[in-house]
């Protein structure tokens, strides 16, 4: 199976190295310096027990135009950095190719065959002025929940902290052939590749942790663990959590397991850096709208109060502004 894979950071990366080993046929799109490392060498990758793997069969293309289209289509990429490529990944896709949305928080297409008053509905937190949408035709996507967490350590090498839980599912909920021959291929490769027939439900259990935890870790450049053991920052996030508990259940989605057992669950993942620390951290643009922004807007579709998601979102909201006005560096000084 032909494989693009769109963002060769930690996740993309990792799902890199394991399909091509198992013997996909895999190109991957980096920048920079991850690029120019993985041309020379290759992808490594350092598994959670510190076995290190090594695939060089991958290509690595200096362009979209270049790479061609694939088979199926892994977006890897920060929500954020898919609209302004959208067109160009018209490169990559042909009339039968599959392409796997892998962000987090609620995807651009999650009114798509939604049902209900608000079925139709463009969420501008998820698609700011409809680029994504103008470009993917929502037919050829399949969602899916990435939970595994990695580390893009150095270019051209990925650590993965744990995980390798990649859930599947149609948009319309089917089981379709096309999901099964990419679980398939997935699990072929080492990963866990369950597919779901609500994907949505399945997108807001992750998201549940990434709008709470993300932020906080952000605006305190504390780990999980240490979120979750200080009480104050443990009931804020509970708090969080309930009023997107709210947002969720006008929409019909219903949680599989309540909110102290999410917590726990990622406390016992440790002292781990959530992507938007690890994003401030760098100097990057953090990943504020998908995850937060995105429930804020659907609680007023939803006429739902969310109060601690607001008032956390205008504290990152503000350290996103700040970031972007240093360009990417600023400085914390100890009392």
Not at 65 to 83: F, M, N
Not at 137 to 162: F, H, K, M, N, R
Not at 213 to 240: G, Y
Not at 241 to 256: P, S, T, W, Y
């Amino acid at each position: 199976m032909s494989i693009a894979i769109v963002g060769a950071g930690a996740i993309g990366g990792y799902l890199g190295v394991r399909l091509a080993l198992a013997g996909e046929a895999v190109t991957v799109i980096a920048r920079g310096a991850n690029r120019a490392a993985i041309q020379a060498d290759g992808l490594r990758l350092i598994e959670e027990d510190g076995r290190e793997l090594h695939a060089r069969t991958l290509r690595c293309p200096a362009s979209l135009q270049e790479a061609g289209p694939h088979e199926v289509v892994l977006l890897t990429l920060k929500a954020h950095q898919v609209g302004p490529i959208a067109q160009d990944l018209r490169h990559l896709i042909g009339p039968d190719t599959v392409v796997v949305t892998m962000q987090n928080g609620i995807p651009w297409w999650y009114f798509h065959r939604h049902g209900g008053e608000l079925a139709g509905t463009q969420l501008q937190t998820a698609d700011p002025g409809g680029l994504i949408a103008a470009a993917l035709d929502p037919a050829q996507v399949i969602g899916s929940v990435v939970y595994p967490a990695a580390v893009l350590t150095a270019p051209g090498v990925v650590q993965v902290v744990e995980g390798s839980r990649f859930g599947l599912g149609e948009l319309s909920g089917e089981t379709s052939a096309r999901v099964q021959a990419l679980a398939q291929r997935l699990t072929r490769a080492g990963f866990r590749a369950p597919v779901t027939s609500d994907i949505r439900a399945e997108l807001w259990l992750k998201l549940w942790g990434n709008l709470s935890f993300n932020p906080i870790s952000a605006l305190t450049h504390a780990t999980l663990v240490d979120i979750c053991r200080f009480p104050e920052t443990r009931a804020l996030a509970a708090a969080m959590m309930r009023e997107a508990q709210d947002v969720a259940g006008k929409l019909g989605v219903r949680f599989r397991v309540d909110i102290e057992k999410r917590i726990a669950g990622a406390e016992k993942v440790g002292a781990h850096k959530t992507s938007m620390l690890q994003d401030v951290e760098a100097g990057r643009a953090i990943e504020l709208e998908a995850l937060v922004g995105s429930v804020i807007e659907l609680g007023r579709l939803t006429g739902t109060p969310t109060p601690h998601i607001d008032a956390v979102y205008a504290l990152a909201l503000l350290l996103a502004r700040r970031l972007g006005e240093a360009g990417g560096r600023l400085s914390v000084q100890a009392a």
